[in-house]
């Protein structure tokens, strides 16, 4: 059974910082792409950064762009997502995603529950 579970998430004032995880099982980890997606209250659920499964590449949304970090460790079967500069726009449920295709263009095959990220301002 596959398993992606979220971490990290919680309550941060504007211009702060936190750091997600993501921990997977029950997959082959390195056979998947990984990215992280966002839904704040009210609108779509959208993409936020994705890594393939070498970690030799990288996208970020525009709106997190020289904010956020994604990164994997294939050892561990990890995903974090470093966030820094928050800011109140970037409040939202972040899901983990695993992707046999790119995250970004293609549809997730696997989805964690989410953890709630709230910035104050």
């Known amino acids: 059974q596959v398993q992606l579970v979220e971490s990290g998430g919680g309550l941060v004032q504007a211009g702060g910082s936190l750091r997600l995880s993501c921990a997977a099982s029950?997959?082959?980890?390195?056979?998947?792409?990984m990215g992280w997606f966002r839904q704040a209250p009210g609108k779509e659920r959208e993409f936020v950064a994705s890594?393939?499964?070498?970690?030799?590449?990288?996208v970020y949304a525009d709106s997190v762009k020289g904010r956020f970090t994604i990164s994997r460790n294939n050892a561990q079967n990890t995903v974090p997502l470093q966030m820094n500069s928050l800011k109140p726009e970037d409040t939202a449920l972040y899901y983990c995603?695993?992707?046999?295709?790119?995250?970004?263009?293609?549809?997730?095959?696997?989805w964690g529950q989410g953890t709630q990220v709230t910035v104050s301002s």
């Open positions: 995603a695993a992707c046999r295709t790119g995250c970004r263009t293609g549809t997730p095959n696997y």
């Open positions: 029950g997959l082959a980890f390195n056979n998947y792409a």
């Open positions: 890594i393939n499964r070498a970690s030799s590449a990288t």
